[in-house]
């Protein structure tokens, strides 16, 4: 059984930075895609950043500001977030497959 366990987000001013984290126990295969969604109050989740051995993907919202990576080696995976904005406000999640975490709030105050 997978479960997923998210760390780090916060509160941070326009233009800063933040990181999460995303711890997995169980079975993972690294050829299956893990990473970030998010949703915000009142929107739909839409993808963050996802990535596998073969392939990674942002949303067109974050491109050239968040950089998504993994250890596959310790099953986590990480988001790194740059230039942040208020927009990004939301609740992050972390996926693997159909699992997904309990979600962590990432707050950009302007």
């Given at each position: 059984?997978?479960?997923?366990?998210?760390?780090?987000?916060?509160?941070?001013?326009?233009?800063?930075?933040?990181?999460?984290?995303?711890?997995?126990?169980?079975?993972?295969?690294?050829?299956?895609?893990?990473?970030?969604?998010?949703?915000?109050?009142?929107?739909?989740?839409?993808?963050?950043?996802?990535?596998?051995?073969?392939?990674?993907?942002?949303?067109?919202?974050?491109?050239?500001?968040?950089?998504?990576?993994?250890?596959?080696?310790?099953?986590?995976?990480?988001?790194?977030?740059?230039?942040?904005?208020?927009?990004?406000?939301?609740?992050?999640?972390?996926?693997?497959?159909?699992?997904?975490?309990q979600?962590?709030q990432?707050?950009?105050?302007?």
């Amino acid at each position: 059984q997978v479960q997923l366990v998210e760390s780090g987000g916060g509160l941070v001013q326009a233009g800063g930075s933040l990181s999460l984290s995303c711890a997995a126990t169980g079975y993972i295969f690294g050829g299956v895609a893990m990473g970030w969604y998010r949703q915000a109050p009142g929107k739909q989740r839409e993808l963050v950043a996802v990535t596998s051995r073969t392939r990674t993907n942002y949303g067109e919202s974050v491109k050239g500001r968040f950089t998504v990576s993994r250890d596959y080696a310790k099953n986590m995976v990480y988001l790194q977030m740059n230039s942040l904005k208020p927009e990004d406000t939301a609740v992050y999640y972390c996926n693997y497959n159909l699992k997904w975490g309990q979600g962590i709030q990432v707050t950009v105050s302007s």
